[in-house]
């Protein structure tokens, strides 16, 4: 069974454009979870969708968004980039939602902001 | 990850036991994970444990969770160079999906 992919790997942008990420969950699974990581802050959860939905958000601000498709398949959108915004963004996915679901991560894509 | 708490460094001899260390503050936590990152790679994970359980393990691994104290250990027996990468442990809750990591143990393996 293929593993969670996340596209692109690497991505270089400059201060104010915005970014669109990319990741397909394993087959099955449902819920989506974004969480990204940096050295001074490490591991932060950015919010989780299930069934197209929005179930669960941290404390990010509004530049920061997503959305499900129909085929579990989720993206993430980061407005009007800043340089603190570099960093490893991870998804993982699960089959159901509510913490009861072991999550599975992908490789991450690398942001870097100039 | 402010709730779980875990040592920034172990350094090991191969072939020895490790033990990575985690407390964590939500006697409420659902699911307790170890997650592996090698660098320049996502997380993968290792092992978890329900909270109604003491004790896990899994080949060379064992997990050890101790409730009244809040905390977790992992135990990786025969440690061997490939296993030389960041470790974090992870709490989540049944009603709040959100995973909450602690800051990651660097495990390194000498010779």
């Known amino acids: 069974k293929a593993g969670v992919t996340q596209t692109p790997r690497y991505l270089i942008k400059t201060r104010g454009q915005q970014v669109t990420l990319s990741c397909s969950p394993i087959s099955g699974h449902r819920s989506v979870s974004w969480y990204q990581q940096t050295p001074g802050q490490g591991l932060q959860f950015l919010f989780e969708y299930f069934s197209e939905t929005q179930r669960n958000k941290g404390n990010f601000p509004g530049r920061f968004s997503g959305r499900q498709f129909s085929n579990s398949r989720s993206e993430m959108n980061v407005s009007t980039l800043e340089l603190g915004d570099s960093a490893l963004y991870l998804c993982?996915?699960?089959?159901?939602?509510?913490?009861?679901?072991?999550?599975?991560f992908g490789p991450g894509t690398r942001l870097t902001v100039l | 990850g402010e709730d779980v708490e875990q040592s920034l460094f172990l350094s090991v001899r191969e072939g020895d036991s490790s033990v990575i260390n985690c407390t964590y503050t939500?006697?409420?936590?659902?699911?307790l994970y170890w997650y592996k990152q090698e660098p320049g790679a996502g997380l993968q994970l290792l092992t978890y444990?329900?909270?109604?359980?003491d004790m896990k393990q899994d080949q060379r691994l064992t997990v050890l969770l101790n409730k009244k104290d809040k905390h977790l250990s992992l135990r990786i027996a025969d440690t061997q160079t490939g296993d030389s990468a960041i470790y974090f442990c992870?709490?989540?809750?049944?009603?709040?999906?959100?995973?909450?990591f602690g800051a990651g143990t660097t495990v390194t393996v000498r010779a």
């Open positions: 939500d006697s409420s936590s659902t699911y």
């Open positions: 444990i329900f909270s109604n359980m």
């Open positions: 993982a996915s699960s089959r159901t939602s509510g913490g009861l679901d072991t999550q599975y």
């Open positions: 992870a709490e989540s809750m049944g009603n709040d999906y959100k995973l909450s």
